[in-house]
């Protein structure tokens, strides 16, 4: 797929990070997150193929691929696709290291996708629209966008506090530092097992209605919102979103 670009955004997923990412995050690959995820992807991309930005160690890209879609990925870390690449059925994936806001691979594809909040790991608007204009760029039309990601939970930060609190178990103890006026966070990440052990990353957050305007002016189109990747209705309430935008025919 060619020599990766410059990268544009710091790699916090260096080799520490990549070697325990799976450990550290089996919530995410349990069987019934991973099954509700594929099904609502492969339902999306039918007999196209797959682009999955943030590819990761291939939590998604390998059962997807196991379902007959054809799945290239783009990852900003070598380490994160060292690590896919020791799995089997890796040689499936088509990975390409480089920032998802602008490597450019080969195809056309039915469906991009970018998932576990990843949208956050971009930290200027800018940015983000140009993670949506690359979308866009390698989409067929009548392919979609697929991007999971938080609400902001600002209800919860009383006026006047910065942190929030939001995992304490007795092995883990995970806190988000967030800046309101420039949206922008810093979550912190403490495993308490054999040595404590602390990774911290800077994202940004954003609201529905911004990241649909920034479909917009990509040329996409918002096709369906949900809660979750069961297709459980959007509200208020929701914690998350799993937002679908389309990328017109006509």
Partial sequence: MGEPPGLLRPNYFGERVAQS??????????????????????????DGAALEFAVGTGRVALPLSERGVRVAGIDLSPDMLAQLAKKPGAERIAAAQGDFTS???GGDFRLVYLVY?????????????????????????????VVEVGVPQLRRL?????VRVFSFTESRVGFDELD???QLGVSHHIWLGDGPRHFSMPWRFAWPAELDLMARIAGLVLR???ADWGREPFT??????????????G
């Fill in 103 to 105: 490597t450019r691979v």
């Fill in 224 to 226: 369906e919102r949900w």
């Fill in 180 to 182: 309101v006026a420039q």
């Fill in 117 to 145: 909040n990843t949208i956050q790991n971009v930290t200027t608007q800018d940015a983000q629209v140009e993670c949506f204009c690359n979308a866009a760029a390698h989409l067929e039309p009548g392919g979609c966008f």
């Fill in 236 to 249: 208020s309430d929701s914690p998350k979103h799993v937002s679908v935008w389309e990328k017109p025919s």
């Fill in 158 to 162: 009383p006026p006047g506090e910065t």
């Fill in 21 to 46: 990412y799976d450990d550290d995050s089996t919530d995410m690959f349990s069987p019934l997150v991973i099954s509700r995820t594929v099904d609502f992807l492969a339902d999306l991309a039918g």
